[in-house]
């Protein structure tokens, strides 16, 4: 039982570029999130999915899209990278229930925008 | 929409029992969280606490909670070097359904 995976670990992107951070769980999971950690701001929303087909936007969407073909799978990507979007970014499922809360994190992603 | 403020470092000495403090402005949250984050890794579920609970331990933690000042608060007794991680609270999104709002993490460092 793997939990949460993402890839890769580190990444360094030119402004511009695109990429696509992965996140898988073999949790069979409904809900599954996408989270940015910068210094000083905590962990904020950017995207999340109830389930298969079924995504919506969070607190900080712009310039991220997700999709979800799959309850395992959520992979997130960047459009057009910029510096801001430097980050350390973090995937959560859980199962939806009365506990409403990110019970497994995936390790994490650094990303670098130069 | 929620609001969950945290100081930003704690310092200890090993053996001394740490307090880590935490601040919302929903008084509608139904649950309240701390999850610990360690070096390079993800966050973990550490603990949480009912909104009808004024207090909860389990082991070293004790989770105290004042609803009416939207207080929360944990306590690690006899801190050990182990314990070195930021810590964040987090609760439930006002009419934002599965979502959470986290604070912005303590950072606990235990000094020998």
């Known amino acids: 039982n793997a939990g949460v995976t993402q890839t890769p670990k580190f990444q360094v992107l030119k402004t511009g570029q695109s990429m696509t951070l992965q996140c898988a769980q073999d949790?069979?999971?409904?809900?599954m999130s996408w989270y940015r950690q910068d210094p000083g701001m905590g962990l904020r929303l950017i995207h999340y999915s109830v389930g298969a087909g079924i995504t919506d936007q969070g607190e900080v969407p712009n310039g991220y899209n997700v999709s979800r073909s799959t309850t395992e799978d959520f992979p997130l990507r960047l459009l057009s990278a910029a510096p801001s979007q430097t980050s350390v970014y973090f995937c959560?499922?859980?199962?939806?229930?009365?506990?409403?809360?990110?019970?497994?994190f995936g390790q994490g992603t650094r990303l670098t925008v130069v | 929409g929620e609001d969950v403020e945290q100081s930003l470092f704690l310092s200890v000495r090993e053996g001394d029992s740490s307090v880590i403090n935490c601040t919302y402005t929903?008084?509608?949250?139904?649950?309240l969280y701390w999850y610990k984050q360690e070096p390079g890794a993800g966050l973990q579920l550490l603990t949480y606490i009912f909104s009808n609970m004024d207090m909860k331990q389990d082991q070293r933690l004790t989770v105290l909670l004042n609803k009416k000042d939207k207080h929360l608060s944990l306590r690690i007794a006899d801190t050990q070097t182990g314990d070195s991680a930021i810590y964040f609270c987090?609760?439930?999104?006002?009419?934002?359904?599965?979502?959470?709002?986290f604070g912005t993490g303590t950072q606990l460092k235990v000094e020998l």
């Open positions: 929903d008084s509608s949250s139904t649950y």
């Open positions: 987090a609760a439930p999104r006002t009419g934002g359904g599965n979502k959470l709002t």
């Open positions: 959560a499922s859980r199962v939806m229930g009365v506990m409403n809360t990110e019970a497994f």
């Open positions: 949790m069979n999971h409904e809900y």
